[in-house]
């Protein structure tokens, strides 16, 4: 949230969603159909929320979803987001992508200092497919935690991070496997997750596996550093 002044000193919050939604931009554009990252505002978590514009925040030809607030002081804000396959999937594309931008102010357009964090194409091969998505980043002690979700979402969706030391550059992945595995614990196909930090030493990890229904079932795990 934000605090915002009136003349005469009252004050009152402003909370800030980030979406992403299909674009109607209109045939005939390169980015039709695609997904697109807007901002809405809200006077409380609980309120209805309004979009500030008519037109999307981040934009790109195949598409941006995943959008994911990080806060790494008071003044410092970036926004993270992954970008899709575009039209046609993997066979079209092959690549997808984890991106960061500097964000000024919370409606801030477009993009501004752009890094990539993460990137698989399908021919890397890999547990991952192709597919780095779902971006929840931590920093800790200097260093960004970028955890992602890879694979296929039907099929053997998993979790893992990478590690960077300024969230402008690529983040290493650590290992050649996920780091929580499709089967671990019995679950099945777990991705999607988000953390919120506890601390400086623990997390709390939200996220989201299949059930034997064929649905989703949301799972809590604690994330400890050593």
Same mark, same amino acid.
């Given at each position: ?28 554009? @390169? ?7 807007? $901002? !809405?505002? =809200? ?9 500030? =514009? ?6 790109? =030809? ?17 926004? !993270?987001?992954?970008? %899709? ?22 409606? !801030? ?9 993460? !990137?698989?194409?399908?021919? %890397? ?16 002690? &200097?260093?960004? /935690?970028?955890? /992602? ?7 053997? /969706? ?33 991705? &999607?997750? %988000? ?6 030493? @623990? ?19 604690? $994330?400890?550093?050593?």
């Amino acid at each position: 949230n934000q605090q915002i002044t009136l003349p005469g000193g009252v004050s009152f919050p402003i909370y800030w969603l980030y979406f992403s939604a299909v674009d109607d931009c209109g045939p005939g554009t @390169a980015r039709f159909g695609r997904h697109a990252i807007g $901002v !809405a505002w =809200s006077l409380a978590p609980d309120a209805p929320v309004e979009s500030i =514009s008519s037109s999307p925040l981040i934009t790109h =030809s195949k598409g941006v979803i995943d959008p994911e607030i990080v806060r790494l002081s008071n003044t410092d804000f970036r926004l !993270a987001y992954s970008v %899709d396959w575009g039209g046609g999937g993997p066979n079209n594309s092959g690549r997808r992508e984890i991106r960061i931008n500097n964000l000024s102010a919370p409606d !801030a357009k477009g993009a501004s200092d752009v890094r990539m964090l993460q !990137a698989r194409s399908v021919n %890397d091969g890999g547990w991952e497919r192709g597919v780095v998505e779902a971006p929840s980043i931590i920093s800790r002690n &200097g260093t960004g /935690y970028l955890f /992602y979700s890879g694979g296929i979402f039907n099929g053997t /969706y998993q979790i893992n991070y990478a590690s960077c030391t300024n969230l402008s550059s690529l983040c290493s992945r650590e290992g050649d496997g996920p780091w929580i595995a499709d089967g671990w614990e019995g679950l099945t196909n777990p991705g &999607g997750q %988000d953390l919120i930090k506890f601390g400086n030493d @623990a997390a709390l990890m939200f996220y989201h596996r299949d059930n034997s229904v064929g649905s989703r079932r949301m799972v809590m795990s604690i $994330v400890e550093w050593q």
